[in-house]
T-cell receptor, first 112, second 111 residues
Framework: DGGITQSPKYLFRKEGQNVTLSCEQN?????MYWYRQDPGQGLRLIYY???????QKGDIAEGYSVSREKKESFPLTVTSAQKNPTAFYLC???????????FGPGTRLTVL | SQQGEEDPQALSIQEGENATMNCSYK?????LQWYRQNSGRGLVHLIL?????REKHSGRLRVTLDTSKKSSSLLITASRAADTASYFC???????????FGKGTRLSVIA
């Protein structure tokens, strides 16, 4: 089955620790995206990548970093510089120029 | 910056009634899309309407787009308890830009 895998589903970390969220897709999509969702809020764009080895900042990139070494993988690192990292993180992918991204199931990060 | 704003923020209706949600946006768009999100889950794409379209149907869903007013509406007819979810509109502009989402409408359908 084709789709997007995000792991883990729930993640707990201590304040001050960096943490990396995994996102893998086997849809052969060129573009991948990371969004953050806070309770009762919509999605805000963190980073996106339209081709391998290239990515752009979204609206709330501060305190986050990404890499795109492989077409199928787009990991997100939440660094200690992110002031309020507790949130629900959603990864998505789409065909190049395709308007409809396919979303993964999300990772809920809680920083204690 | 968030492009779309949904209205109302929350909506509660009885099963069998119709549910209407509205979305307003600020700048010119290429497409407008509606997504559904069940609690704690990922987003599911419902329908896409292009800027040159005015109305689109998919099953019990009807979407309208008024580019002169920069607004869209999503109508769910004959609602079911399973329609209980949050609904988001999302827009993209010309030039292959990422989707920008609104804050969503929380729909509760009471059996």
């Amino acid at each position: 089955d084709g789709g997007i895998t995000q792991s883990p589903k729930y993640l707990f970390r201590k304040e001050g620790q960096n943490v990396t969220l995994s996102c893998e897709q086997n849809l052969n999509h060129d573009a991948m995206y990371w969004y953050r969702q806070d309770p009762g809020q919509g999605l805000r764009l963190i980073y996106y990548s339209q081709i391998v080895n290239d990515f752009q900042k979204g609206d709330i990139a501060e305190g986050y970093s990404v890499s795109r070494e492989k077409k199928e993988s787009f990991p997100l690192t939440v660094t200690s510089a992110q002031k309020n990292p507790t949130a629900f993180y959603l990864c998505a992918s789409s065909l190049a120029g395709g308007p409809v991204p396919f979303f993964g199931p999300g990772t809920r990060l809680t920083v204690l | 910056s968030q492009q779309g704003e949904e209205d109302p923020q929350a909506l509660s209706i009885q099963e069998g009634e119709n549910a209407t949600m509205n979305c307003s946006y600020k700048t010119s768009i290429n497409n407008l899309q509606w997504y559904r999100q069940n609690s704690g889950r990922g987003l599911v794409h419902l329908i896409l309407i292009r800027s040159n379209e005015r109305e689109k149907h998919s099953g019990r869903l009807r979407v309208t787009l008024d580019t002169s007013k920069k607004s869209s509406s999503l109508l769910i007819t004959a609602s079911r308890a399973a329609d209980t979810a949050s609904y988001f509109c999302a827009t993209d502009a010309q030039g292959n830009t990422p989707l920008v989402f609104g804050k969503g409408t929380r729909l509760s359908v009471i059996a």
